[in-house]
């Protein structure tokens, strides 16, 4: 979206990347998924497309499922894994709550994939030629076409990194016990710059909005590093945190859920443990 920077257009060969098309930014910057199908079309219409590869974030994956119905393909979300077989397009992701892999073929000449954030290492980067990668606009009118943003909410979060886009999520679970403590896991989150979630039993407590939430009912995280804390480990609130590279469960209760999808466990009274290691953190930091 927008006209690309000369940083960034410098560095898309590297990226082993041919081409690369933008689109203006529609009035008033009110991005809508399903508007951008019609410019999309256009652009397949020109080409020998078979794969169509977005992010399974909200919009990528309501772009995918728009894109997917007019395009004639067949569409997958939250996908890990991907390659190309006798018989299509074959990909990998995670369902019944992270405790299963599936794999799934999606029949037909053409797909529509949605990637997991994260779930892919970087490449590593190529060596480009100068001017190998050619560059075009869309015109700018292809908004209008689609639906219009009306207006906004603006949602209440916690201060540091959007729990969405974070490398690093430290939440906090019931055992925090109270709201006035929860300070514990905000003051290790600004610590390591790291974002804030919280499980539902702290939303529903009230302790925490609902938008920290993460969880079946909540938003779904994949950062390098989860730092679940007086989290018992319940399969909804599991379901949106599985996917994070590294898990590390601190709780009192050694026969807690959390400690089953954990990488590292910490067996302890948080009240302890989470100052000490905010100090620590802080100390190494030079803060």
């Not at 019944?96 to 290492?121: I, M, S």
């Not at 015109?139 to 207006?151: I, R």
């Not at 590390?248 to 466990?265: E, H, L, M, Q, R």
Request: proline share 7%; aromatic share 6%; charged share 20%.
């Amino acid at each position: 979206f927008g006209t690309p920077s000369e940083p960034a257009a410098t560095s898309w060969g590297r990226d082993g990347i041919d081409e690369v098309c933008w689109l203006a930014d529609p009035p008033g910057g009110g991005r809508v998924a399903g508007a951008l199908v019609p410019s999309l079309l256009a652009l397949l219409s020109e080409r020998s497309i078979e794969l169509v590869l977005l992010p399974s974030t909200t919009f990528g994956r309501e772009l995918a499922g728009a894109l997917a119905a007019r395009w004639d393909a067949a569409a997958a979300t939250g996908v890990t894994g991907i390659s190309h077989g006798a018989g299509g397009w074959e990909v990998r992701r995670s369902v019944f709550g992270g405790r299963a892999t599936e794999t799934r073929n999606l029949p037909g000449p053409r797909a529509v994939v949605g990637l997991r954030p994260r779930a892919f290492p970087t490449p590593e980067p190529r060596e480009a030629q100068a001017g190998s990668t050619s560059q075009g606009a869309v015109g700018a009118g292809s908004w209008a076409d689609g639906p219009a943003l009306v207006g906004t909410e603006p949602v209440v979060t916690g201060e540091g990194p959007a729990l969405g886009d974070a490398t690093i999520v430290v939440a906090g679970g019931r055992g925090v016990r109270s709201a006035d403590q929860f300070r514990l896991i905000e003051e290790l989150a600004a610590a390591l710059d790291a974002a804030v979630g919280a499980s539902r039993a702290v939303t529903d407590a009230g302790w925490r909005p609902t938008s920290l939430q993460v969880g079946q009912t909540g938003r779904t995280v994949t950062p390098q590093l989860y730092i679940a804390v007086g989290i018992s480990g319940a399969i909804q609130h599991i379901v949106g945190m599985i996917g994070s590279r590294v898990i590390v469960a601190i709780n009192s209760d050694a026969t807690a859920p959390i400690f089953k999808v954990a990488d590292y466990g910490i067996v302890g009274d948080l009240f302890q443990i989470v100052p000490a290691l905010t100090a620590e953190i802080r100390r190494v930091r030079g803060r």
